[in-house]
């Protein structure tokens, strides 16, 4: 062999080398974690499959679960700097695992790529701690009112429009119906963000300080706010917690009185509103009721929050290519059609036009109304990632039960409310 053909075989067998180990580098593998049930697992891995359809170079390997346990599984990897690359988040972790932004990877360095722009500003600034960017909103839901239509009008009473009229319709079911029949059945989280509606609509104040993530009202207003309960109680507007747990355990959408229409209508989040129509008695229907409104009123103190975010690990190795999957998911026609409606009513603007055009967001549901009501509702303070924090919500719910059995008084159940609540607040805002 002479020598001008040997160097020819070796600068071939460099070359082979070198593109072997220059493909070996283009590709990357992405990790991305979701919880959910089969129907939202069957249609993320649709969309990551045509995701890598499309970016050949990027493999995504897929880690899905059920709910339970999933935030302990992700809390682990979180301290462990394991976590994957993209993430399907709860908005109310963000106190969890990014008090000062840096739990997740700043998304605005990738602000063209996700096209961040597609998404509202106000949205944006609920999933941004510290000027950094935690998440994109993949979708919200807003706690709006869905009444049963022929329960109301056996009733004899109009849709209320504001807090009187809703007091009112209370004594109308029990006169004009029988005594367990009421016009809302709601339980303690719903109880709290109702009445936290009328609070800042009548006060203009939140019940949780936003600077320094403590509850925000004194010993007078926390009792106002108490009283307000056993007001509604009192009314007929809802059962009391004694009452209601005399129809056992088990999902509110399962127990007889909502199934033949005793319970008369929800405080419910707009994105839950399918599961409790489909166990009504068929021969009734729900439709979406007005939003009380206290006279001069102009923040509805509406509770509408993301529902789930997607966030870019911090210790992510691949920031544009994570930002390319986000991007395809939310904004790419071809991943908007394949996620559909798994995780709700597109929050981007081209994922809800997609979605529109194509009829799979049908603007006749109830959860689509209620999607665009709170679009349309005055919203001047927006809750912050504590509103609805669950151990605030048990020390709330365990407050409205010492009232209904007599153990307490609405100065007593104020009182502990803010000396308990201050201190979990403390505990978790460190």
Do not use: C
């Amino acid at each position: 062999m002479n020598k001008k053909v040997l160097t020819t075989i070796i600068s071939a067998a460099i070359a082979a080398t070198s593109m072997t180990s220059m493909s070996a580098f283009a590709d990357t593998e992405l990790r991305m974690s979701w919880w959910g049930g089969n129907s939202r697992h069957q249609a993320t891995l649709n969309a990551l499959e045509k995701f890598q359809e499309k970016y050949p170079d990027i493999k995504v390997k897929a880690e899905y679960t059920g709910w339970d346990g999933h935030l302990s599984r992700l809390t682990t990897q979180v301290a462990g700097n394991t976590e994957p690359d993209v993430m399907q988040t709860n908005w109310n972790w963000l106190p969890i695992f990014s008090r000062d932004g840096m739990g997740f990877y700043d998304m605005s360095q990738q602000a063209d790529a996700l096209n961040i722009s597609n998404f509202p500003d106000n949205a944006i600034g609920m999933t941004t701690v510290n000027g950094k960017i935690n998440g994109l909103p993949v979708s919200m839901t807003s706690r709006v009112f869905y009444y049963n239509k022929d329960m109301w009008e056996k009733a004899g009473v109009a849709y209320p429009t504001n807090w009187k009229d809703l007091m009112a319709a209370g004594k109308a079911f029990e006169k004009n119906l029988g005594a367990d029949h009421y016009p809302l059945v709601i339980e303690a989280r719903d109880v709290f963000a109702m009445n936290r509606s009328f609070m800042l609509q009548t006060m203009g104040k939140d019940i949780i300080n936003h600077d320094t993530n403590m509850l925000n009202y004194d010993q007078a207003e926390m009792e106002k706010f108490f009283q307000l309960y056993a007001d509604q109680v009192a009314s007929h507007v809802f059962p009391s917690t004694k009452e209601f747990a005399s129809y056992g355990k088990g999902n509110l959408y399962e127990m007889r009185p909502w199934i033949d229409g005793r319970f008369g209508g929800l405080y419910m989040w707009d994105t839950a509103i399918a599961k409790y129509t489909a166990n009504l008695d068929p021969s009734m229907s729900l439709e979406l009721g007005p939003y009380p409104m206290a006279p001069g009123a102009t923040d509805s103190g509406l509770l509408a929050r993301p529902s789930m975010m997607f966030s870019i690990g911090r210790n992510t190795d691949h920031p544009e290519e994570a930002a390319k999957l986000v991007n395809f998911l939310l904004n790419d026609p071809d991943g908007i059609h394949a996620l559909g409606l798994a995780r709700g009513i597109p929050m981007s603007k081209e994922g809800l036009e997609v979605l529109k055009e194509s009829g799979e967001v049908d603007p006749n549901s109830l959860s689509f109304q209620g999607y665009e009501q709170a679009k349309e509702l005055p919203k001047v303070i927006a809750p912050t990632t504590y509103t609805d924090n669950a151990q605030l919500m048990e020390l709330f719910s365990e407050n409205m039960q010492k009232l209904d059995y007599g153990e307490t008084d609405v100065s007593g159940a104020a009182k502990d409310f803010l000396r308990r609540g201050n201190r979990i607040l403390k505990r978790i805002a460190k």
